[in-house]
C-alpha cells in the first residue's frame, strides 16, 4: 500500500511546483508594477512641481520682451536678451514668484534671481514688498523729471527705514545704481528698473550693506532681474540631501551628519564672528534698523575665506516698514502678529491690534542658530564661558529696557571670546 502512494506522490509535485511558480510570477509581477506606478509617480510630482517653480524662460522672455519695447533698461540688459551672455543654470527656486538660478555672466559665475507675480497686488501684511509697481513698471510715468523722480526715492525710502539722518545719502546711493551706463543721467526706462527692484528688501539691502563684506556684490541688473555675485558654499551648515533621504534619517543623525560635514572649529568661530558683525550692521545701523526675520542656515552662506555671506535677504526687513505694517495688523491672539520665521510681537487684545516691537532681537535669534553649531568640538577651555554666554543671548527679551545695554555687552563677550581663541590661527 505505502510503495502505490509513492508514484502519486511523485504525479502531485510537478502541479505543485507549477503553482508555487505562478504565485511567485503573480508576486513579482505585482510588485513590478506597484515599482514602475510610485516610480511614475514620483517622477511626476517632482516633474509638476519644477514646471510650476522653474519658470526662467518666462521671466527671460518677459524681461527682454519690455527691454526691446524700451520700458525698461540696466547693467544687464544687453547681455542678457541681446548678446545672450547670462546663462541661466541650475534652478534654485522655492516659490513660484521668486525665480532663483546658478549661473553665470560671460566668465563670471552668479546667482540671477527675477520676479514673477500671478496676481500682482499689495499685500504688506504677508510680503512688506509691494509688487505692483515693480510686475507693471508704470513709475515713474513719462514727463517725469529727475528732481521729482529724486523726491519719489527719498519719500520711499523714509517710509522703508524711517526719517533718517542720512537718508539724502541711501538715495544718492540708489541714484548711483540706477544710473546703469554711467552717463550721469537716469533715463525713463533706468528708472523704471530702480523703482521695481527698490521695492525688494534684498535690493534695499544690498544697497545699504555694499561697503561691507556680509552681502554679495550686485553685479546687474534688468528690470526687477538681478544678478548676485555667487557664494560659494550654501547653506551656513549642514549637507543638502534628497527628500526621499530626508524622510527617513532621524533628527539625531541628521544633526550628527551635519556637524561632520561643518569646517573645523576656529573656521566656524570665524563663521559666528562674521554673522555677529552683520548683526552690529543691521542694528541701528547707517540707514536706520533692520529686523531678521528668517535666521535659519539656509539664508547664509561663506567664501573660502569662511567670510559670512547673506544669500537669502527676502526677510531681513526695515524696521520702519515692518511697525507700520504691524501697527495695522488685527490679531485675536500673539501667534497671528508673525512675520516670516522670527519675528514676532504680541497682541494687545484691548485694540486687538498687533503691537510693534519684536519680543526677541536679532541677536538673540542668531545665537539660537549658531549654539549647536559653534559649541560642537568647542576648544574645552571656553566651551563653559560659551555655553554661558550663548545661552544668555538666546534669553534677550526685545521689550526690555535695559536690553540695547545687554545686547551690547553679549555681542561683545562673544566676538572678544571667539576672536581671543583664533586671532593667533592661519584661520583668523
Known amino acids: 500500500m505505502a510503495r502505490g502512494l509513492i508514484p502519486w506522490i511523485w504525479l502531485k509535485r510537478p502541479v505543485y511546483i507549477q503553482a508555487r511558480f505562478s504565485y511567485l510570477h503573480m508576486k513579482y509581477l505585482f510588485f513590478s508594477w506597484l515599482a514602475v506606478f510610485v516610480g511614475s509617480w514620483v ?34 540688459c544687453n547681455s542678457l536678451c541681446e548678446k545672450d551672455t547670462i546663462y541661466l543654470g541650475k534652478c534654485l527656486s522655492a516659490k513660484p514668484s521668486n525665480q532663483v538660478y546658478s549661473g553665470s555672466w560671460g566668465d563670471m559665475e552668479g546667482i540671477i534671481k527675477c520676479q514673477m507675480e500671478e496676481n500682482p497686488h499689495y499685500d ?27 523726491e519719489m526715492v527719498f519719500s520711499h525710502l523714509k517710509t522703508k527705514v524711517g526719517d533718517q539722518a542720512s537718508l539724502a545719502d541711501l538715495v544718492t546711493l540708489v541714484l548711483g545704481v540706477a544710473d546703469s551706463n554711467k552717463d ?26 555694499q561697503d561691507r563684506e556680509h552681502t554679495p556684490r550686485l553685479l546687474g541688473f534688468c528690470g526687477d532681474l538681478y544678478v548676485m555675485e555667487k557664494v560659494p558654499y ?62 535659519s542656515a539656509a539664508g547664509f552662506g561663506y567664501t573660502e575665506r569662511h567670510d559670512i ?82 545661552y544668555a543671548c538666546i534669553a534677550l527679551k526685545g521689550a526690555s529696557e535695559q536690553m540695547e545695554m545687554e545686547h551690547s555687552l553679549i555681542l561683545n563677550n562673544l566676538k572678544t571670546l571667539l576672536w581671543k581663541k583664533i586671532s593667533h590661527t592661519k584661520d583668523s
Open 309 to 390: 555671506k547673506v544669500v537669502d535677504a527676502r526677510r531681513i526687513v526695515p524696521e520702519a516698514a515692518f511697525q507700520e505694517v504691524m501697527r495695522e495688523r488685527r490679531c485675536e491672539e500673539d501667534s497671528d502678529c508673525m512675520y516670516g520665521q522670527d519675528c514676532l510681537t504680541s497682541c494687545d487684545l484691548t485694540k486687538h491690534r498687533c503691537t510693534t516691537e519684536v519680543t526677541q532681537p536679532n541677536l538673540a535669534k542668531v545665537c539660537s542658530t549658531l549654539k549647536d553649531y559653534l559649541l560642537y568640538g568647542a576648544p574645552s577651555d571656553i566651551k563653559d564661558e560659551l555655553e554661558k554666554q550663548l
Open 234 to 295: 550654501v547653506p551656513l551648515y549642514g549637507v543638502s540631501l534628497p527628500w526621499m533621504v530626508e524622510l527617513w534619517i532621524p533628527a539625531s543623525l541628521r544633526r550628527s551628519i551635519d556637524q561632520w560635514a561643518a569646517p573645523s572649529w576656529p573656521r566656524k568661530a570665524k563663521i559666528g564672528i562674521g554673522l555677529f558683525e552683520l548683526v552690529e550692521d543691521v542694528f541701528h545701523g547707517t540707514f536706520g534698523s533692520f529686523l531678521m526675520c528668517d535666521v
Open 124 to 150: 504688506l501684511g504677508i510680503e512688506l514688498e509691494p509688487r505692483k509697481e515693480s510686475a507693471s513698471f508704470n513709475r515713474p510715468t513719462k514727463g517725469t523729471s529727475m528732481e521729482k523722480f529724486k
Open 184 to 209: 550721469g543721467q537716469i533715463s525713463l526706462s533706468e528708472a523704471h528698473s530702480a523703482w521695481a527692484l527698490l521695492q525688494l528688501n534684498e535690493f534695499l539691502l544690498s544697497i545699504v550693506l
Open 43 to 76: 517622477v511626476y510630482v517632482e516633474y509638476s512641481s519644477y514646471t510650476e517653480l522653474c519658470r526662467g524662460h518666462e521671466c527671460k522672455n518677459s524681461i527682454c520682451d519690455k527691454f526691446q519695447k524700451g520700458v525698461i533698461d540696466g547693467s544687464a
